[in-house]
């Protein structure tokens, strides 16, 4: 059997200090044709982190603070353990002006990238509809 897999470029070689997030968005985390012991893996593994409640989870993330021109960058442990509330917190601190606040980031940013007509929430309802 022959799969096709996507090429992957790093999209951010031209950033100094990218905050990058890494999303595995849908329920359904498995390739089309796939065996049914690989659909039995990847329904064990979605159990184990927020895929199969939320429809998506948290693969990876690493954000730049401005103020102390450092980087925090998620290790796979910490994106494994995230439950729902987990997630929230991570997204909401991923657009945050203090990401290194683990129990109260500000979310200051949310509105320029998730909200607005030409943002990830706009575009992910469009694409629901």
């Known amino acids: 059997m022959h799969i ?10 031209r950033f100094h200090h990218p905050s990058v997030i890494d999303i595995k968005m849908g329920s ?7 065996t049914e012991e690989y659909i039995k ?3 064990d593994k979605d159990k184990e982190t927020t895929s199969a409640l ?3 989870r948290i693969s990876g993330m690493q954000v730049y ?14 994106c494994k ?8 917190l991570a997204l909401k601190r991923f657009v945050s002006t203090n990401p290194f606040s683990e129990t109260d980031p500000d979310g200051l940013l949310a509105s320029l990238i998730y909200g607005g007509p030409e943002c990830v929430l ?4 469009e694409l629901k509809a």
Do not use: M
């Not at 096709?4 to 070689?13: F, G, N, R, S």
């Not at 603070?65 to 910490?78: E, F, M, P």
């Not at 353990?81 to 929230?88: S, Y």
């Open 4 to 13: 096709q897999h996507a090429v992957i470029e790093d999209l951010t070689y």
């Open 28 to 34: 359904r985390t498995w390739y089309p044709g796939a």
């Open 41 to 43: 893996k990847c329904l």
């Open 54 to 56: 939320l429809g998506f």
């Open 65 to 78: 603070d401005t103020t102390t021109k450092t980087t925090w960058k998620a290790d796979k442990k910490w």
């Open 81 to 88: 353990v995230l439950n729902a509330e987990g997630a929230r």
């Open 122 to 125: 706009s575009q992910l309802i």
